[in-house]
């Protein structure tokens, strides 16, 4: 369904009953990155997934700061406000793990529990923080002047990405098909208005973050395993896991060890939950 939030139209798909789980799509993704999954999650949650502004089947304004951080916060507690969503847990992806972590900063009360697959908390420093900017804002004139269907080539050649080419040649099609659903406006967008180099850091605030949260990332993935790590020392509530041969799209490389973490975790927070309410 689509739904109008802030001037700009969302699509939005929901399954299920009991307990509110937001599955947030990283960059290049959409709802469909999720189909696979909602099953199963809608057995034990009431499904919402969301396409991100210029992603998928929602908008893609023309102007880049519509697509800033705290601009996308802002939407997403406006959508849980117009389904009468007092309290949520969160699934987010890279990019949509990093929405996920400014949106339980920005409103804790709102959000139960994370669940962050190959996330970053931000750059640490201002010069980091430049560099990747002038990186994104590169790679957003190239998705405008190449084409889209150039850059999902040259996005699926990233050293990130190198796990993946060992997945069957029908699982990679699918992904290429569903990232060339995206339109290159909202993406070039995308990256100049929330790209890594755009997003506040969020380290100096880990400690103070006490949302219980779940960490996964595949163990090739050597550059996330590594910010999961240091994460890790900062969270006060915090499970670390790590999925063998798995890079950094867990959810694509082992479907099946991602479901049974993610549900495991949820059975046992809202368990917990229900105790000390019982208590």
């Known amino acids: ?3 109008t939030i802030n001037n700009n139209n969302f699509y939005v798909k929901q399954k299920g009953n009991g307990p509110t789980l937001l ?9 469909a990155t999720w189909l696979p999954f909602i099953p199963s999650f809608a057995e034990q949650s009431q499904v919402v997934a969301v396409d991100l502004l210029g992603h998928g089947q929602s908008a893609t304004p023309a102007e880049p700061s519509r697509y800033r951080m705290e601009c996308c916060v802002s939407d ?3 959508l849980l406000d117009q389904l009468n969503l007092a309290q949520i847990d969160v699934l987010g992806y890279s990019m949509g793990g990093r929405v996920a972590l400014q949106l339980a900063a920005v409103a804790p009360l709102r959000v139960r529990s994370l669940m962050l697959e190959s996330t970053s908390p931000g750059l640490d420093s201002a010069a980091a923080r430049e560099a990747r900017i002038v990186a ?3 790679l957003a004139d190239q998705i405008e002047s190449e084409g889209l269907a150039a850059f999902v080539e040259y996005w699926e050649q990233l050293p990130l990405f190198a ?5 069957p040649d029908d699982v990679r ?3 290429r098909q569903q990232r060339l659903q995206n339109n290159p406006q909202g993406l070039a967008n995308s990256l100049r208005g929330m790209g890594t180099g755009q997003q506040p850091s969020l380290w100096d605030k880990l400690d103070q973050m006490t949302t219980p949260t779940l960490l996964t990332v595949g163990a090739l993935d050597t ?5 999961a790590s240091e994460m890790a020392t900062h969270l006060p509530n915090v499970r670390v896991v790590t999925v063998p041969d798995a890079g950094h799209t867990i959810h694509l490389e082992q479907p099946a060890t991602f479901i049974k973490t993610v549900q495991e975790f949820l059975q046992e927070f809202h368990k917990t939950k229900e105790t000390l309410y019982l208590d």
């Open 163 to 167: 796990s993946q080419r060992l997945l």
């Open 1 to 3: 369904m689509q739904i």
């Open 136 to 138: 994104d804002n590169a």
């Open 223 to 227: 550059k996330f395993c590594g910010i």
């Open 173 to 175: 099609a699918k992904q």
């Open 76 to 78: 997403l507690l406006s």
């Open 23 to 31: 599955l947030l799509h990283g960059f290049t993704g959409s709802v």
